[in-house]
């Protein structure tokens, strides 16, 4: 054991040094860096950027532009949810960007006017899009406020494409011995996939009520023309999640 | 919302165009004139005398009536005149408010929005406000009583006869609902303590309404438990009540009502205000909070200009992620902000606000316990939040006047400063640490100067901190006359060189250390429990350049500068 105590002496040194070089041994109760965490920050909801998620339903409200096409209320609506982008241009002025899902539902009244898709009467029956929509959007805020988000009015266009498009009805009883049948039909050609339009929004806090007026045609070309144009106007509630 | 008493008889009356709220700024005073010993009541002008300032200034002298009659003509809804301020509150409509621009005399019109004015409260589990009666307060709770003003020095202050007589001290607060019924202040009422009451929002006298926490905070100043032990240090005082915010349902205030109280203040002659309130980010940004940009920093920057000491507390923003710091009025230079200590190790709290002030100015300026019990209705309770922790401070800077009466109000908040216990060593935690009564002994020795406590080693690369032999002692521990001012810990560190009479009542003392840049900036603080004696290893490299490392144990500070 001896010839090893060289040894020994040499691996409580390299320990030694090994040490925490920093209030070794010592037990903090207290540690702030002010030089870091006292930065005013560029990232917040008034501040030079801002991030977050929001959902939101919206009705669709009014009626077609012709016989034919009579909707489901409160049915026929918008649920969507997505991601804003903020930057701030001045104290009351902002621009922005948001990125969102749209899950659009028309929910088509079963009576004997009907004539979208056909005058054929279901159970259940609805034409629906899933979009993928961008809307660049101006915003005026009122009233000084700190790092919130505050009382605003926003203004934007939006477009999107809807990745999903179907017309689908249920039957009861079903063909068979079914009890129902779904059927699915998958990217009607009369159905318009690109669609863009106006909005606006008016929020306080993570709260906004919402209108968006669509200015494409719901359905495309090659549509009957007997088709008639389906409401435009889409009225309801944004929840900021922040 | 809270403007909204105040629109009432406006929009009765005008209800043509959608108001907001406008704050209207003269260019002069002209032709007024003021008779002081008439405006001001006569302890406002004794304050003055006291402190060699001028009976009055032009910022006493009221608006004149000509500029102030064409506002209301146009306005009809004046909701404040600010003599301080040479201006107006008013609700307009942007029309209104344009021809207001026009009027003769007016400088400035600028919009006001009506915002919240949040109390430095961290509401306990059981909530705010009270539905039934509080629970009786365990031995534990009794401790905490005594221990609020006796390790602020109670004992010194009340063996020298200090109980704030002479003082009169405004509170600003959400309500005082009980305080004339409570028993804690029964004292107060017997002798006609309490000088006057305004409800800025209403605009009554009726104080007693609204919240409890201008109940709470005034306890912390002249409460008494039912065994007569005093939770607050200035008994003895006189007080004013002035309700300028609104709680619970009511929440929202405007700084206006601090303004107008200020001013009410001052003419009623308050020596100390104390505030337990705060604008955070509902309005203002961190950087914002400079002392000049909010009206109730100005307005307290001007009641400190007129001899009062303004008494405030940091906040309870420290543990939220988006503000952490001071809000204002606690950011003026010359408000003098508390933060909250834990009464068990005496350390900061992780609610309390930290400094420091924009501009790495600072804040705050003091600590002390930031949970205390108060009298609520119905009995008393134990609370937590930097509110209490500002009236601890008031009372006590009500006992330290009171012996140095003449002192100007800025003397005595450096003094005040100079009697923390960490003084002169300071962070952007704890301030100057809990002040202590002995730095104001009036009879006697003065405190002995600390003996130093550690030392610096350099090696290589490194400064060390090792503690003195004679520092690192734990005596033996002597059974204190009241369990109540026991130490709080089993650590028992504490040592012959602590000196202070408060040491009896506080825990181990942890070695505080910082590294400051070249311009005093304190770039990073640390506390550490003393568990042996080679404490502190720091790489010279992480010395900023220019800067230093200064480092406090047991009332001794010393610096070690960068090579």
Known sequence: MRHNQPLLRLLALLLLAALPRLASAQRVLLRADPATDTIPGRYGPNRAFYQHLYLGYTAVTGAAAGPGAKLRYPQSAELFAGLRNKWRVTGSTAVGLDARFAYLRYQLQQNSTKQVPNSQLHYRESLNLTQLQLEPFARLSFGRRGNVVGNYLDVSAWGGWALASNHSYEDRPGQGQGTRTLVREVRPAYLRRWNWGLSTRLGAGRYALLARYRLADTFSASAPAAYPELPRWLLGLEVGIF | ?563
């Not at chain 2, 063996?159 to 804690?184: C, E, M, N, S, Y």
């Not at chain 2, 992480?542 to 010393?558: D, E, I, K, W």
């Open chain 2, 1 to 563: 919302m809270l403007g909204l008493l105040a629109w009432l008889p406006a929009t009765a009356q005008r209800p043509a165009a959608p108001a907001a709220r406008y704050w209207v700024t003269f260019r002069d005073k002209g032709g007024q004139t003021l008779q002081p010993a008439t405006y001001f009541d006569a302890a406002a002008q004794a304050r003055r005398r006291r402190q060699h300032l001028p009976a009055f200034d032009s910022t006493d002298l009221p608006v004149r009536p000509d500029y102030l009659g064409r506002v209301r003509t146009l306005t009809d809804s004046v909701t404040l005149v600010s003599r301080w301020f040479n201006a107006v509150a008013c609700l307009a409509s942007p029309a209104q408010a344009a021809q207001l621009r026009r009027l003769p005399g007016v400088r400035r019109v600028e919009a006001w929005p009506v915002h919240p004015l949040l109390a430095a409260h961290r509401p306990s589990a059981a909530g705010p406000l009270p539905v039934r009666l509080p629970a009786p307060l365990t031995p534990a709770d009794l401790a905490l009583a005594r221990r609020q003003t006796a390790a602020l020095g109670a004992a010194e202050f009340r063996r020298a006869g200090q109980q704030g007589q002479g003082l009169r001290i405004a509170v600003f607060d959400v309500g005082f609902r009980g305080t004339d019924t409570h028993p804690a202040f029964a004292h107060l009422y017997r002798r006609q303590a309490i000088a006057a009451t305004y409800d800025f929002l209403r605009r009554a006298p009726d104080v007693y309404r609204g919240g409890t926490h201008g109940t709470e905070v005034l306890s912390c100043l002249a409460g008494q438990l039912p065994d007569s032990t005093f939770l607050g240090l200035a008994p003895a005082a006189e007080f004013l009540l002035a309700r300028t915010e609104q709680q619970g349902r009511e929440r929202y205030a405007e700084e206006e009502a601090w303004l107008a109280a200020a001013e009410w203040a001052d003419r009623h002659g308050a020596d100390i205000i104390n505030s337990s309130l705060g604008y955070t980010d509902r309005r203002y940004f961190p950087e914002q909070m400079d002392g000049r940009t909010s009206l109730v920093a100005r307005a307290a920057a001007m009641a400190v200009r007129k001899g009062m000491l303004v008494v405030n507390a940091a906040g309870n923003a420290g543990d939220d992620p988006n503000w952490r710091s001071i809000g204002t009025p606690a950011d003026a230079d010359s408000v003098l902000t508390v933060g909250g200590l834990d009464p068990d190790t005496f350390l900061h709290l992780d609610f309390s606000s930290y400094g420091p002030a924009a501009g790495g100015r600072l804040k705050p300026n003091l600590a002390a316990f930031g949970v205390a019990v108060t009298a609520v209705p119905g009995g008393f309770e134990r609370a937590e939040g930097t509110s209490f922790a500002s009236p601890l401070v008031a009372g006590f800077a009500a006992c330290a006047w009171q012996q140095q009466r003449d002192l100007p109000v800025m003397a005595l908040f450096d003094r005040l400063q100079q009697a923390g216990q960490l003084y002169p060593y300071f962070d952007y935690a704890h301030g100057y640490g809990l002040p202590q009564a002995a730095a104001f002994r009036a009879v006697g020795p003065p405190p002995a100067l600390p003996a130093p406590t550690f030392d610096f080693v350099v090696a290589d690369s490194v400064v060390s901190v090792f503690i003195r032999p004679e520092a690192a002692t734990v005596p033996t521990y002597t059974l204190p006359l009241l369990a109540a001012t026991a130490p709080q810990t089993a650590l028992g560190a504490v040592g012959p060189a602590a000196g202070a009479p408060a040491a009896a009542t506080a825990p181990a003392a942890p070695l505080y250390w910082q590294l400051r840049d070249a311009t005093g900036f304190i770039v990073r603080y640390e506390v550490l429990e003393v568990s042996q004696r080679a404490v502190l290893r720091v790489p010279l490299r992480q010395l900023p350049s220019g800067g230093t490392l200064r480092v406090h144990f047991r009332g001794y500070t010393a610096s070690f500068e960068a090579p």
